[in-house]
């Protein structure tokens, strides 16, 4: 069982910045991908952003350049720029193993409002 522990949401107004963290509990040589998905209530989660081992990213269109993701071992990171009130979602930690088992962070609340 592998642990994902984020930290990092909180209220933001329009046009802020925030960054999520969010770290495994397991080697990183054991991790494929990793990535942030976020959900709104009555929506289905959705990817914003992954990063594979080796670097290559992947970033949902809405994104459009305001976040960028990175890995730095078992830590994965989500530095948010340009906040919108729609970008406003629990926002979950995502990794895949090389084995293809996946898991789930707890989920960190962001919310962008004046």
């Known amino acids: 069982q592998v642990h994902l522990v984020e930290s990092g949401g909180g209220l933001v107004q329009p046009g802020g910045s925030l960054r999520l963290s969010c770290t495994a509990s397991?080697?990183?040589?054991?991790?494929?991908?990793m990535a942030w998905y976020r959900q709104t209530p009555g929506k289905r989660r959705e990817v914003v952003a992954r990063?594979?081992?080796?670097?290559r990213t992947e970033y949902n269109n809405f994104v459009m350049d305001r976040f960028t993701i990175a890995r730095d071992n078992a830590e994965v990171s989500l530095q948010m720029n340009s906040l919108k009130p729609g970008d406003t979602a629990t926002y979950y930690c995502?990794?895949?193993?090389?084995?293809?088992?996946?898991?789930w962070g707890q989920g960190t609340q962001v919310t962008v409002s004046s």
């Open positions: 995502y990794a895949m193993l090389n084995n293809h088992s996946i898991f």
């Open positions: 397991t080697e990183s040589s054991e991790i494929s991908v």
């Open positions: 990063i594979h081992r080796g670097g």
